[in-house]
């Protein structure tokens, strides 16, 4: 495999990414794809005009390798309508570079209609990566339209990918049932243990930690609540959202002590870990959060509700701690159990099943399975179909070149 292009989702840019402590973490599998000679040139489609002088940037403070590139769209489609255009338009504009591309990869459902699109106009193979369905959050939050366009597309893209990646049990399920003849793999989010060393000690006194955007779903008014009535501390990460206003008046007028800590890079926020013993994560539906997967790496003690991703990696008194609902309630009583035990073990045995299960070694031979079967496929089909094509240009007595 010498050249692997991947689809961001709609809007994203490097200097989003950068700005959220998420680049050097969502480029880590790439990196270890060329530290191990297994690629030789990384291609972005991105949807930052300026991205370009921004990888330029990063490559000279040493942050991401020099073969790395980025296909941008032209300063005409800077705008956000210019963008959604671009997703449409921008496989034809860069049509010359995709072409010598060995295989497509996306990251999440939006934006895969781009790497679809790509893939019909080059001919190259596609690796369909998502994260939690964007179909299911839709129905959840009740926007029936948005549901539909949504299961559309990923119905579309499912059905013409020549390999699906999602992460957890459930969502394989969920896919897999939308074609027979696409193979769904588990690809697992990951976790860099170089940067994730153990906590060294475990106590009630340290404020608790929440990692995640600002936004109804994660349920942070609740997580507020029960901390307050336990007396204890809570320290809020993030990187996006629309509550912080809100959530900032909620606490004062309960007298909740919460700080707000806005967002730090990725490998920082591993270094924060050792600041505390508990970390939380009780929303109302997640798939398979990385920072709980980090948090636990750590060695903290996690906190979460019986959602799709939280249920795959807590397992009730042995790696975590679920909440019996999403209510305050519940939340302060799951809270109250992991503050009264203090257990260490649990910490031990979340690092533990991260280890096994969660760590970017294994995601990146997991992935690199995925694309060369995928590619050695496609190249076994171009030689099937030249092979009939020859045949049948020697039966009518037609010249084959």
């Known amino acids: 495999m010498k050249r692997l292009v991947l689809f961001t989702p709609l809007y994203v840019t490097f200097e989003k990414e950068r700005r959220f402590g ?12 060329i530290e191990r000679n297994e690629l030789e040139e990384f291609c972005i489609f991105t949807y930052g005009i300026n991205d370009a002088a921004t990888l330029v940037a990063l490559q000279r403070e040493g942050i991401l390798p020099a073969c790395f590139r980025v296909l941008t769209p032209p300063r005409w489609l800077g705008s956000k309508f210019g963008q959604v255009l671009y997703s449409v338009i921008g496989p034809f504009i860069h049509r010359a570079e995709l072409k010598k591309a060995d295989v497509f990869r996306t990251q999440q459902v939006s934006g895969s209609w781009t790497a679809l699109i ?30 539909l366009v949504t299961r559309f597309i990923e119905r579309l893209v499912v059905r013409n990918a020549d390999h699906v990646a999602v992460t957890s049990n459930i969502m394989q399920r969920y896919y897999g049932a939308m074609s027979r003849q696409t193979n769904v793999t588990v690809l697992p989010s990951y976790v860099d243990l170089s940067l994730a060393s153990p906590i060294s000690e475990y106590d009630c006194s340290k404020p608790i930690l929440f990692v995640g955007r600002l936004e109804p779903v994660k349920n942070i008014d609740n997580i507020i609540i029960a901390c307050n009535r336990l007396k204890v501390p809570l320290h809020l990460y993030y990187g996006g959202g ?32 050792h600041n505390h013993s508990i970390f939380m994560l009780c929303s109302l539906r997640e798939g398979m959060p990385k920072a709980m997967i980090e948090a636990m790496a750590s060695g903290l003690i996690c906190v979460g509700t019986r959602t799709d991703g939280v249920s795959e990696l807590i397992e009730h008194g042995r790696t975590g701690y679920l909440a019996g609902g999403f209510d305050a309630d519940a939340i302060e009583a799951a809270l109250a159990m992991a503050l009264k035990e203090m257990n260490p073990q649990i910490g ?10 969660h760590t970017l070694e294994h995601a990146v031979d997991v992935e690199l399975g995925i694309l060369k079967k995928i590619i050695a496929s496609t190249h076994a089909a171009d030689r099937l179909s030249s092979a009939e094509t020859g045949k049948s240009r020697a039966s009518t007595g037609r010249p084959t070149n």
């Open 22 to 33: 998420l680049l050097v973490r969502n480029m880590a599998q790439y990196v270890k794809f």
């Open 118 to 147: 790509a893939k019909l106009l080059c001919n190259k193979p596609l690796l369909f990566r998502l994260g939690y369905p964007l179909s299911v959050r839709f129905r959840t939050e009740g926007k029936r339209l948005n549901y």
């Open 242 to 273: 629309n509550l912080e206003g809100h959530l900032r008046k909620r606490a004062a007028e309960i007298g909740a002590i919460v700080e707000f800590k806005g967002s730090v890079p990725n490998e920082e926020l591993m270094r924060i870990h």
């Open 348 to 357: 031990w045995n979340a690092r533990e099943f991260v280890i096994k299960n």
